[in-house]
């Protein structure tokens, strides 16, 4: 396929066999699915099998990059990926922060790679333009995600993309991620152990083929208006000075700027969040540590585990050379040691008189996690497994889970979050498992309390139509907005996003209504598109996902709230007007399955959704594999 | 137009927004490797270099919002 923006190709690799394969991208497929996360869905759909084991040769790493990518549009250098995750079996999806490496593998020629099979031995790819080659990865297997990059940027030099994954993932730890160039967190659910898995320690992509647009006149209007904009937007010095610290202050700034050693960017990215700390004082003084954000580097602080910065900073850089994801290690240490402390667990069991949350106690853990030893190897599997062993009589002390996974932003969540917003309802819609990233569509969060004609407006520019509207503003319950009748809508823009493969973040997003977005996409490609299609090629995505999961038999059983967030303490709804109860959140549960055109009892997508995306050979696979569609 | 350019490397952050206006300015395509402006990032320093087909526009100082470079005047020849 020859369109401006796609690159024209998918990249398969069979780590089995050896064998290498360029795809065309099919020009229809790219038309109803857009790109990246659209074209991973269906991918995913197509070639992960029903009941595989995700550690097995038979899973698929799928990645991905939208057509903007590797253009100038601002902050789109987002790739994201697609892979049956380890922790709980669903069929999950992740957006990740580009760097080079999307760019990179636009640029040398592929919009998507696809990986199955077993690597006999460790081994990394090498993606330079046609030049497509599996290599010996045994210098690097057994260091950290950030120590590969620096190695394989002394071997190949720069500019470079670079994926990699760091010791848990090569040793199965069920809640590892991939990292891209060390600061980009991707594949939250187990993409790091599916690597492993594979015997794959990297990905590395270099492009000189570059990539063209359709209509290079149509296509400058709205680029330069979206530059000029930027340069205007209020919060653009101060996201240059404190990072995202701007924009949620999580610490004193003049704390900040002691730290802060310089900030990085993903290609095109006008507010490089992405930075590079420096330790000042303690055992640590000098190190310098790169970090998706300093704000993530508190983490540590927030479990309660130190208050100095060095500390905190330090555990944070043992975290993601690891590539463990943070929120499931600290949480489930908690949990661990909660279990000790009410007799759930003998020390001989833990191997420990309980976890004391001191900084070389938890530093120790998070290698005991990483290389499964003693207590850590139990840990390693992740919530879903330990629940099934320790699951019994918690209630007391029962984590913040769903599907396996740390629902991390909520009023007991370890991000406490006070409102009932998008961010909170999709911890539990979210196919995959919590996943606050569609959230990030609607500000609710940011914008605490704004009048119902602000919101509307907001909705208006994400491309909501006015009945939908309508029904989101119809109050229930005390309420005057229904998240779950919004989240559909919150999905479907972030997956926009992740389509296209501009940025996630809030502070980007609010400058690409669904109309800049459409104009961009005819302007980039030559396939004229509406805001309308655009939303409805995303639905068809997300359904496709949603599908798969069925498929695997997720349904309205797993969509659920952690207890927790019913206890004492209770959400309010976003005007602060009630709180909220469970028959409430269920009560929305039920609006959101409506809303989607799903079916209410199963939470499940019915015959006649499926028909009106175009999906009718869904049905027939259902058929077929007695998946039954209401 | 050619302008003089000032760089402050110091400033730049990595997002290559100068190379890619540059080669699709140029070269009618988005490639880093085909521009006239040339980042070097090692560990959060950069390194801003001109190749000689540069014909000093000015688009790279435009497109760069981090103001590490800098228009300083038109140059009339």
């Known amino acids: ?630 | 137009m050619k302008f003089e350019l000032r760089t402050y490397p110091m400033r730049c952050v990595g997002c290559l927004n100068c190379q890619l206006i540059c080669s699709f300015l140029f070269e009618k395509v988005f490639n880093i490797f085909k521009a006239r402006i040339m980042i070097d990032r090692v560990d959060g320093n950069s390194k801003i270099g001109f190749t000689d087909k540069c014909t000093r526009c000015g688009s790279c100082a435009d497109y760069c919002l981090y103001g590490a470079l800098e228009k300083v005047e038109e140059v009339i020849e």
């Open chain 1, 1 to 630: 396929m020859t369109a401006g923006g796609y690159a024209g190709s998918i990249l398969h690799v069979d780590l089995t066999t050896g064998k290498i394969r360029k795809e065309p991208l099919d020009s229809d497929m790219a038309r109803s699915l857009i790109g990246g996360f659209g074209i991973n869905a269906k991918l995913g759909y197509d070639l992960i099998k029903p009941g595989i084991d995700p550690l097995s040769p038979d899973n698929k790493i799928i990645i991905g990059a939208g057509p903007f990518v590797g253009t100038n549009i601002p902050a789109s250098a987002r790739v994201c990926s697609l892979t049956k995750l380890p922790v709980n079996g669903a069929i999950g999806w992740s957006g990740g922060a580009g760097m080079n490496f999307g760019i990179m593998l636009k640029h040398a020629g592929y919009d998507h790679i696809v990986i199955e099979g077993r690597a006999d031995k460790p081994v990394y790819l090498r993606i330079f333009d046609d030049d497509v080659e599996i290599c010996d990865a045994g210098a690097v297997w057994g260091k950290g995600a950030g120590e590969t990059v620096d190695e394989l940027y002394s071997r190949y030099g720069r500019p470079l993309g670079v994926v990699s994954i760091g010791q848990s993932g090569e040793n199965l730890v069920k809640f590892s991620m991939a990292f891209v160039e060390r600061v980009g967190t991707m594949g939250r659910g187990g993409l790091g152990a599916v690597f492993g898995s594979k015997n794959l320690k990297a990905i590395i992509s270099r492009g000189t083929k570059g990539i063209q647009v359709s209509d290079r006149k149509r296509y400058r209007e709205p680029v330069d208006h979206l530059y000029e904009r930027m340069k205007g937007y209020p919060g653009l010095k101060g996201a240059h000075m404190y990072g995202f610290l701007n924009f949620m202050p999580a610490m004193p700034r003049e704390d900040y700027l002691q730290l802060k050693k310089a900030r990085l960017a993903c290609v095109s990215c006008p507010i490089a969040d992405k930075e590079i700390l420096q330790i000042k004082k303690g055992r640590f003084r000098g190190r310098t540590v790169y970090s998706s954000a300093a704000v993530n580097t508190l983490m540590s602080m927030m479990y309660g585990i130190t208050d100095d910065y060095g500390e905190t900073i330090k555990l944070s850089e043992d975290l993601d050379n690891y590539g463990l994801d943070q929120m499931e290690a600290l949480e489930l240490l908690r949990f661990a040691d909660q279990l000790y402390k009410h007799g759930m667990l003998t020390e001989n069991e833990l191997g420990t008189p309980g976890i004391e949350f001191e900084p070389d106690t938890i530093a120790d853990w998070l290698r005991k996690i990483t290389y499964r030893e003693g207590f850590g190897d139990v840990l390693a599997d992740g919530f879903g497994e330990v629940l099934k062993k320790y699951g019994e009589g918690i209630e007391e002390f029962a984590p913040v889970e769903v599907k396996g996974m740390v629902a991390y932003q909520g009023i007991t969540s370890p991000i406490k979050a006070d409102l009932f917003t998008t961010f909170e309802f999709g911890m539990a819609v979210h196919p995959k498992g919590p996943c606050a990233a569609p959230g990030g569509s609607s500000p609710l969060y940011f914008t605490r309390g704004r009048a119902i004609d602000w919101v509307a407006g907001h909705l208006d520019r994400l491309g909501v139509p006015k009945d939908a509207q309508e029904r989101i503003f119809t109050p229930k319950d005390g309420m005057l907005l229904n998240v779950g009748r919004m989240e559909k809508y919150s999905q479907q823009s972030l997956f926009i996003v992740d389509m296209l493969g501009t940025c996630g973040r809030g502070q980007i997003n609010r400058f690409y209504s669904n109309k800049v977005q459409a104009e961009l996409y005819s302007a980039v490609t030559g396939f004229e598109i509406s805001g309308e299609e655009l939303m409805k090629a995303s639905e068809r995505a997300f359904n496709l996902v949603k599908a798969a999961n069925v498929r695997e038999g997720f349904d309205r059983k797993d969509d659920r709230f952690p207890d927790g967030w019913f206890g004492e303490e209770k959400h309010k709804d976003y005007y602060e007007n009630v709180e909220i109860t469970k028959e409430m959140a269920y009560g929305m549960l039920d609006d959101y399955y409506d809303e989607r055109g799903w079916d209410i009892k199963t939470g499940i997508p019915t015959k006649a959704k499926l028909t009106e995306l175009g999906l009718d050979y869904v049905i027939a696979d259902g058929e077929r594999m007695g998946t039954k569609y209401p």
